[in-house]
Nanobody, 115 residues
Framework: QVQLVESGGGLVQPGGSLRLSCEAS????????MSWYRQAPGKQRELVAG???????NYADSMKGRFTISRDNAKNTVYLQMNSLKPEDTAVYYC?????????WGQGTQVTVSS
């Protein structure tokens, strides 16, 4: 059974940091393209960052320099380090695993940036 379980969300003040984790099971994690998406209320889900099996990374322009995606294949886990958080980063953050036509989603974790 495929599972993606996100954790690490919460309430943080502007300028603060959070590290999200997504632990995967039920598939061969190391060969999948892993990514983080987010969805704010009333907005479409958008790509935050992605990392391939060779650890090549890509980021949405608004996250470059503030967010870092990484993976630990030994732990079947992908991370998203978020620094210099802004109120507009408030959203539910989702983990995605993709290989060809296969695409799996986690349940999401809420990140709220507010003073």
């Amino acid at each position: 059974q495929v599972q993606l379980v996100e954790s690490g969300g919460g309430l943080v003040q502007p300028g603060g940091s959070l590290r999200l984790s997504c632990e995967a099971s039920g598939f061969r994690f190391s060969i999948y393209f892993m990514s983080w998406y987010r969805q704010a209320p009333g907005k479409q889900r958008e790509l935050v960052a992605g990392i391939d099996s060779l650890t090549n990374t890509n980021y949405a322009d608004s996250m470059k320099g503030r967010f870092t995606i990484s993976r630990d294949n030994a732990k079947n886990t992908v991370y998203l380090q978020m620094n210099s958080l802004k109120p507009e980063d408030t959203a539910v953050y989702y983990c995605n695993a993709m290989l060809g036509v296969r695409s799996y989603w986690g349940q999401g974790t809420q990140v709220t940036v507010s003073s």
